[in-house]
């Protein structure tokens, strides 16, 4: 296979092999997550056992895919190896370092990449109605919908493999990725709190900076490999946009290649959740509060929660360009041509005269396009069993509301749990994409959190399919009491005389 033939199977292998699921439901399902709910449902941190906290670091880190995998028995030698080098394997008299899942039935895939880092997230809540939260973070995802069955493995394999000679049809198929910051206010109250039933209500606004982006709709392909160096291409439509760090007019192999400005793009989004509680006791808790800490926490039979996600997007406009590609002739690759790409720039030219009788820059149609958040809808219900132990269903469904989107993992979860103020303990159990079940584990001690939703990767059981973990420091203050400096909890006299105002 050619170098820069195989410099786009890498590009496209770094763009959607990779599976990161950190877009994690740990640590924000119980009733001490505070601001941390703010990535499942605005309306959950007014209802939330928590009446201030500050988070310093909350970083979700997991690599997980459907096409490839290493055994469970050489994970370990590859983490605490010096070099880091992957174990590879013997097929056929040639060497992997990946196997790959067999695809029976010939499917496409799917896959989902996301990464979520808090740099600042901050919550209040004021007289036990109303909370207020303010947050920083860093977001990275990548998603790939319908990508037919043999591409993982040609990426694996390469096209040396004869096995891959034939005709292959896909439509529909989508992939894009984008990095950006936000900054986001949200505010939640109670709209609702008499007998039994409380109805709280959350909206959470972000102004968004992006720093790069790629996208690319495959919306009909047909195409046939005879060899390694010849692939006929029998029908083809496609849209392709992308704002990256890259000079497109550079060689690969030149220092200039990468280019340092920060911002390529801005837009805005919002999540908005409702929250309804059955509570145990029968009356809203009336009482003027002294004090934050008099808030009383809310104690409740079962819970349920919707909320709609990331609904919104960013406009990339530096550095930016939107792409048209379509013909419905036969045409005839040489992987060879690709020895004559050297940049982007090279690249595209190349495939616009293909496809536009020899204009290379028809293909062309904007200088910026918009690219749109992982919208989602969840549905959320968390029952009390007794005491301190809780049951949890979460269901995440991705909406896809524009031409180019990056999209977030469907999921179900169901979590038991134990949680006392210093202490919580979980097992989720999850279902991503509706086919690959995982088993995890959080615990939470003082302000410190740890948890994953994959546990079998870290012991490397089966075929390891990646990596999981998330780790959250955050301090928090909480309702339902205020202690003085003998240790006494000076609310509980709340109707004594020297208390009243």
Not at 5 to 21: G, H, P
Not at 471 to 490: E, I, M, P, Q, T
Request: glycine letters at 6%; proline letters at 3%; hydrophobic letters at 40%.
């Amino acid at each position: 296979m050619t170098k820069s033939y195989r410099f786009f199977l890498i590009l496209f292998f770094v763009l959607s092999f990779n599976d990161l699921l950190s877009q994690s439901l740990v640590g924000t399902q119980g009733n001490y997550a505070g601001s941390s709910a703010l990535s499942n449902n605005p309306a959950f941190i007014n209802t939330s056992n928590v009446y201030f906290d500050v988070a310093v670091a909350n970083v979700g880190l997991s690599l997980y895919n459907d096409y490839a995998y290493v055994k469970g028995g050489d994970m370990f030698s590859f983490i605490f190896s010096r070099d880091h080098v992957f174990p590879t394997y013997n097929v056929d008299g040639v060497n992997y370092n990946f196997l790959t899942f067999s695809n029976e039935n010939n499917n496409p895939n799917n896959i989902y990449e996301s990464l979520d880092t808090d740099v600042l997230r901050l919550m209040y809540n004021i007289a036990g109605k109303q909370s207020l939260a303010f947050s920083i973070k860093a977001r990275v995802y990548t998603s790939g919908t319908n990508i037919p069955y043999e591409i993982p493995e040609i990426i694996v394999k390469g096209l040396e493999d004869d096995n891959f000679n034939g005709h292959y049809m896909s439509s529909n198929t989508s992939i894009s990725t984008m990095e950006w910051a936000e900054m986001a206010l949200a505010y939640s109250r109670k709209l609702y709190d008499r007998y039994q039933n409380r109805v709280d209500v959350g909206l959470n606004v972000k102004y968004l900076l992006g720093y790069s982006a790629a996208a690319g709709n495959i919306n009909d392909l047909d195409y046939e490999i005879f060899n390694e160096d010849s692939i006929v291409v029998n029908r083809f439509n496609a849209d392709l946009a992308y704002s990256l760090p890259i000079n497109y007019s550079a060689d690969f192999a030149s220092s200039s290649v990468f280019d340092n400005s920060m911002v390529r793009g801005k837009g805005f989004a919002f999540d908005i959740g409702f929250s309804y509680a059955r509570k145990k006791g029968g009356l809203s808790d009336a009482r003027r509060m002294l004090a934050p800490c008099m808030q009383p926490k809310l104690n409740y039979l079962w819970k349920l929660g919707v909320s709609l996600m990331d609904v919104g997007f960013i406009r990339f406009e530096n550095n930016a360009v939107d792409n048209s590609l379509s013909s419905d002739d036969k045409t005839l690759f040489d992987t060879d041509i690709f020895n004559e790409v050297e940049s982007f720039d090279d690249m595209m030219k190349f495939m616009s005269a293909t496809y536009y009788e020899g204009d290379s820059m028809a293909s062309l149609v904007a200088d910026n396009f918009s690219v749109g958040l992982p919208t989602t809808l969840r549905l959320q219900f968390d029952y009390n069993i007794k005491d301190d132990f809780y049951l949890n269903a979460t269901f995440v469904q991705p909406l896809k509301l524009m031409r180019y989107s990056v999209e977030a993992s469907p999921r179900l979860m169901v979590e038991p749990r134990y949680e006392t103020e210093y202490f919580e303990f979980s097992v989720p159990l999850t279902l991503y994409d509706y086919r690959f079940l995982n088993l995890g584990a959080s615990v939470r001690i003082g302000y410190v959190t740890i948890g994953t939703q994959n546990i079998a990767s870290y012991f490397g059981i089966g075929n390891v399919k990646g990596l999981d973990v998330y780790v959250s420091l955050k301090f928090n203050l909480v309702k339902g009491g205020c202690y003085d400096r003998f240790g006494a909890c000076w609310s509980s006299n709340f109707g004594n005389k020297k208390y009243r105002r």
